[in-house]
T-cell receptor, first 114, second 114 residues
Framework: GEDVEQSLFLSVREGDSSVINCTYT??????LYWYKQEPGAGLQLLTY?????DMKQDQRLTVLLNKKDKHLSLRIADTQTGDSAIYFC??????????????FGAGTRLAVHP | GAGVSQSPSNKVTEKGKDVELRCDPI?????LYWYRQSLGQGLEFLIY????????KSGLPSDRFSAERTGGSVSTLTIQRTQQEDSAVYLC????????????FGPGTRLLVL
């Protein structure tokens, strides 16, 4: 079955760029997602990319997809302390079984320090 | 409502007791999902509802776990004879339809079994 892996921890200085990486195994994944989880809160959808795209940019966020290597990254420009959270990568298996089943990674904890 | 809501936000119970966790999806969303997030782990899929039926309940870890949905809206996840390994955050999500790309998450119920 699909497996999604992420590094568990990233520490960056405020104002620098953060890059969070994710790999997945199922090449048939149709959508790939980034969710953010702040302490005590649920998951907030940050952005997603369709599998036929290489890049998607949304304000400070840039998503890069290398479909050949099954590698997804999230770049946060000008990282702020408010970006400190856990970031989850998820792969959508694309409606097999009638719905878009999501498989999540374990999450990357981003710590932003002054 | 404006978003997915869950209750209670926290639940402490004794081993062997039954618990019920509630999810109110976004109004009009026909698809509903339950996930479990154990400490330091990613999200583990439990069950998917389309309307009141559950086409995929493959993620329920044992027969102590059950879920129902009534009126195409509220869902209840029931754990019978709770065990300490059931301690986790239980997250509910909804989407406009089973074919929608995006799942919207509630804040979760943090369950602690003593």
């Amino acid at each position: 079955g699909e497996d999604v892996e992420q590094s568990l921890f990233l520490s960056v200085r405020e104002g620098d760029s953060s890059v969070i990486n994710c790999t997945y195994t199922d090449s048939s994944s149709t959508y790939l997602y980034w969710y953010k989880q702040e302490p005590g809160a649920g998951l907030q959808l940050l952005t997603y990319i369709f599998s036929n795209m290489d890049m998607k940019q949304d304000q400070r966020l840039t998503v890069l997809l290398n479909k050949k290597d099954k590698h997804l990254s999230l770049r946060i420009a000008d990282t702020q302390t408010g970006d400190s959270a856990i970031y989850f990568c998820a792969a959508g298996l694309g409606f097999s079984g009638g719905y878009n089943k999501l498989i999540f990674g374990a999450g990357t904890r981003l710590a932003v320090h002054p | 409502g404006a978003g997915v809501s869950q209750s209670p936000s926290n639940k402490v119970t004794e081993k062997g007791k039954d618990v019920e966790l509630r999810c109110d999806p976004i109004s009009g969303h026909t698809a509903l999902y339950w996930y479990r997030q154990s400490l330091g782990q990613g999200l583990e899929f439990l069950i998917y509802f389309q309307g009141n039926s559950a086409p995929d309940k493959s993620g329920l870890p044992s027969d102590r776990f059950s879920a129902e949905r009534t009126g195409g809206s509220v869902s209840t996840l029931t754990i019978q004879r709770t065990q300490q390994e059931d301690s986790a955050v239980y997250l509910c999500a909804s989407s406009l339809s089973s074919g929608a790309q995006t799942q919207y998450f509630g804040p979760g119920t943090r369950l602690l079994v003593l």
